[in-house]
């Protein structure tokens, strides 16, 4: 499975987990940027032809990925809807969103809180740029912010998700994973 960076492969790995599929049947890559998917796709070919290749993308990398697709062997004029058959699902803004929307900013919070990051948190507000901002994208930005703080989150917000309350294009993925062996 591709993923743009360590906090998606750690959301990725941590929804595999929760789903029970058999970590030595799959591989989650962090590919360090979605512009580094080409090479990735190349060296995954030219390794193992028979792997099934997956992946995460954000809206906005929809051409990158389709391209990359494109020029490993994978169809043609790809479009978000190719790429889910393809098994690679797209996000809206990028990963943390579509945690933070499916988990809610209550719950969210809490899994802050219980981290022991709320004064951090709470001290966002201060800061001009971010004072009438919404408490949605205040977390996001605080996710963001913080040395390493997007990838301690990602699989503590994936823990939190009641049941069926995954992210769909995150769900998609481990479940396409499942499907063709990964479980």
Not at 18 to 41: C, E, F, I, P, W
Not at 122 to 129: F, L, N, R
Not at 154 to 171: C, M, Q, R, S, Y
Request: hydrophobic share 45%; aromatic share 4%; glycine share 12%.
């Amino acid at each position: 499975m591709l993923v743009e960076g360590e906090s998606d492969a750690r959301a990725v790995e941590a929804l595999a987990r929760r789903a029970g599929l058999d970590g030595a049947s799959y591989v989650v890559v962090a590919m360090g940027g979605v512009t580094n998917v080409g090479r990735h796709l190349r060296e995954l070919v030219d390794e193992r032809p028979d792997a099934l290749v997956a992946g995460l993308c954000d809206a906005g990398e929809v051409d990158v990925v389709a391209r990359a697709l494109t020029r490993s062997g994978f169809g043609r004029a790809l479009d978000r809807w190719d790429l889910a058959a393809l098994g690679f699902f797209v996000c809206e803004a990028d990963l943390e969103d579509e945690l933070l929307r499916a988990l809610g900013d209550g719950a969210a919070l809490e899994v802050v809180e219980g981290q022991g990051d709320l004064r951090s948190f709470h001290a966002m507000p201060e800061q001009a740029p971010h004072r009438d901002r919404p408490l949605r994208q205040r977390l996001r930005r605080f996710l963001g912010s913080g040395s390493g703080r997007k990838i301690r989150y990602a699989p503590l917000l994936v823990e939190a998700l009641p049941a069926g309350a995954e992210p769909a294009p995150l769900a998609a993925l481990v479940a396409h994973v499942a499907r063709w062996g990964g479980g």
